[in-house]
């Protein structure tokens, strides 16, 4: 019997009728990943359809108001020792995801922030402010707050 290999990067994502931005999310990061993990909030358009078909797995959840508790239960279902988590609307930059593999490969690194480039209007516009999207996956580990949903910048710096 042969034991299966660890997903070293699990990419999460929540969604809710993301149809249009979906599809420009995953295909700019589905070979960097080992696997995608998608909870959806209640779509009524294709966007569970685009998930599936670009290999993800996806969990249904009923929306409660709480954006920690929806990106928690994507981690709880990821099985990667890493956890990337980006919006629908968002994708890396390609200077970051050039850099990905090689900062998984750090054993002293537990997380690291990114510029994320969000797609507003139809243009994609890059956001000012970095953000942890990067993080080893433990336990510990969790979102916080119901809306502004953060991992305590303390967790990630001990």
Not at 24 to 29: A, R
Not at 108 to 114: P, V, W
Not at 119 to 138: C, G, H, K
């Amino acid at each position: 019997m042969s034991k299966e290999k660890q997903p070293v990067l699990s990419l999460c994502i929540i969604t809710k009728n993301e149809e249009k931005h979906l599809p420009t999310c995953l295909s700019n990061i589905k070979e960097l990943v080992d696997e995608i993990i998608v909870i959806d909030t209640g779509s009524t358009d294709k966007t569970v359809a685009i998930a599936k078909e670009a290999g993800a797995r996806v969990y249904k959840r009923k929306w409660n108001n709480d954006f920690s508790a929806a990106r928690n239960a994507a981690i709880e279902k990821a099985k990667g020792k890493w956890i990337l988590f980006l919006d629908a609307d968002e994708s890396l930059s390609s200077t970051d995801a050039e850099k990905i593999e090689q900062l998984l490969s750090d054993p002293m690194a537990e997380g690291y922030l990114f510029y994320s480039e969000t797609q507003l209007f139809d243009q994609q516009s890059s956001t000012p402010v970095q953000s942890l999207r990067l993080f080893r996956n433990r336990k510990e580990y969790r979102y916080q707050h119901k809306v502004f949903e953060r991992i305590p910048e303390e967790i990630i710096t001990n």
